[in-house]
């Protein structure tokens, strides 16, 4: 019988120590953490600033040596250097050339992965269209938005063509908007079958795209499991009616007041968030703008 293909990602019992230089003082910043992430999934690691996410991707991507435990990309071993041609990588705050355009960033990104010209006109075309820069293409980065500087930096962790894309705060400091597009190029990553490791502190955007959740607190894993088993309130059930008429509330009022036990907690319209409400009043006001011009 054939072996099972490995996980794209498996964190067993890492722990990462700092030593405050100039002091005997020790910082604990990952504490015996363990994850596993199957390949094509979107797992979201959330916690609070300063809880251990970004120790724990740089470990993974090899960037710093853990304490103790091991971490693997696709089988081979994070600090082997074969790992890293299979992943992309957005850090919180990409550093890019500013005076450089967008395809001149990508070409660059591209040679750095060995692609050969060719390669690199096809590959920038592909990439500056999935992140909707085409037309961005040939203006300088330092005229870039937030938002435009974190879609070239996706595509820029796309180039080599990766298995894994690990994505670090990926929408910090960008617009509801920009959020957005961030979000659905995360989506379209998985109906590619890409594997995507989202770091945030935005708990909406993780619930909006992520399969599997690890909620990290002082360094350690204290909650993990599917998204939906999670935020599923086991107590509690759903009934959704459209155009119900108040004589059949009042009906099925009547019959969860006959049932023993039962109690209705709720009943009312539904609510959306403020993001949804925000984004759907630029998208109405902007169709209005169109139709008085």
Sequence with gaps: MANASPPAVLIEGLTKIFRLPFRKEEVVAVDDLSLEVGAGEVYGLIGPNGSGKSTTMKVLLGLIAPSAGKASIFGLDSADTASRGSVGFLPENPYFYKYLTGSE???FYGKLCGLSGKQIRRRSEELLELVDLTSARDRRLGGYSKGMLQRIGLAQALVGDPRLVVLDEPTAGVDPAGSRKIRDLVLELKRRGITVILSSHLLEQVQEVCDEVGIIFNGRLVREG??????????QSEIVLQNASPQLLERI????DEEDGAQMLRCGNPRTTLERLFLKAISEGSSQEGEDH
């Design 253 to 256: 009022g009547a019959l969860v």
């Design 105 to 107: 960033t990508l070409a």
């Design 226 to 235: 599917k998204l939906d088993d999670l935020i599923a309130i086991e107590d």
